[in-house]
């Protein structure tokens, strides 16, 4: 077995296998060109010989992406026919290498929690849960109640301090770092990254009299073109959490049907209209009770729940 580069060639062959990975497909069909391309990442393959013909078959794959202290690791897959052969494990390590050989600190990655070959793989390599997050899609609002929009507020640099202060206090409460996610892949909300996420108006915040919730959003995910995202999510009380998820689904939705407004709803009326204009929302969460109890009451929502991992290298 031969394991290298992947090559524009490798595409087709690595596509055949990709194609009903899950209940609903795949994904590796939108992100093989760009992933083949990205700066600082590695697609790698493993190449055998297809039997007497001696012709050169790309039977496996995966994907690593460099940032900050963090080897990001996505996109394992294996030929059903060469699966428990220990491709994946090899995979694995080859890409912790090149995190290694670039000064990363940790590997982190994320398993649906109904996968357990894929858990298996996680302990036989040392990898440790740290986290638990929901993932929920829907197209349609809770409700069109916005008797609480006029506490939702966009951040700017001068709620830093207060943000910060409100941060603290969940990781404290937790006992666990602050996470985000931006297209499958999980980040830690740095000092940095907070401020990046509010000089591009990604951060919204539930205030009344104090911040009692926030959300991360992201308009424009790396593939997925034209669907909308919620990268992270929390607040006091599930009517928080609701309006929150309402008042970026509104925003989503206008943002959709060109409003001149430029997302400003307040002045806005909301009516049946507007729900000609759906687009696709995706939710990434904490997997707290609150949390699931405000996607619970999502109409026609698909949820299902992750585990992240890291190991220390």
Not at 245 to 260: F, M, P, R, T, V
Request: positive net charge.
């Amino acid at each position: 077995m031969i394991y290298r580069v992947a090559k524009n060639r490798d595409k087709y062959q690595i596509l055949d296998f990709c194609k009903n990975t899950f209940e609903w497909g795949d994904y590796i069909h939108e992100v093989w060109d760009i992933w083949i391309k990205e700066n600082n990442g590695l697609l790698i393959v493993a190449e055998t010989s297809d039997g007497a013909s001696h012709i050169p078959k790309s039977v496996a794959m995966i994907h690593g992406i460099l940032y900050e202290d963090t080897i990001w690791i996505e996109g394992i897959r294996v030929n059903p026919v060469y699966r428990r052969k220990g491709l994946a494990s090899t995979l694995v390590n080859k890409v912790i290498q090149y995190g290694k050989e670039r000064n990363a600190k940790k590997a982190s990655t994320v398993v649906s929690i109904k996968n357990n070959p894929s858990k298996k793989l996680m302990n036989k390599l040392n990898f440790i849960p740290v986290d638990k997050w929901i993932y929920s899609s829907t197209y349609t609002l809770t409700s069109n109640n916005d008797k609480c929009f006029d506490k939702i507020i966009k951040a700017e640099i001068k709620d830093i301090k207060i943000i910060k202060t409100f941060l603290s206090k969940l990781e404290n409460d937790t006992s666990d770092i602050i996470r985000f996610v931006n297209a499958w892949r999980w980040y830690t909300l740095t000092e940095n990254q907070l401020y990046k996420i509010i000089i591009n108006s990604q951060l919204y915040i539930f205030h009344d009299k104090k911040i009692m919730g926030l959300v991360i959003v992201d308009s424009n995910p790396y593939f997925n073109k034209g669907n909308y995202e919620i990268g992270y999510l929390y607040g006091e009380t599930k009517e928080i959490v609701a309006n929150l998820i309402n008042y970026y689904g509104i925003i989503a939705k206008l943002h959709n049907c060109n409003s001149k407004k430029n997302g400003e709803i307040n002045s806005i009326p909301i009516n049946d209209n507007i729900n000609d204009y759906n687009k696709k929302i995706n939710i990434f969460c904490p997997d707290i009770k609150i949390n699931s109890e405000a996607l619970l009451e999502l109409e026609n929502n698909d949820t299902s729940k992750f585990i992240v991992y890291d190991k220390k290298i």
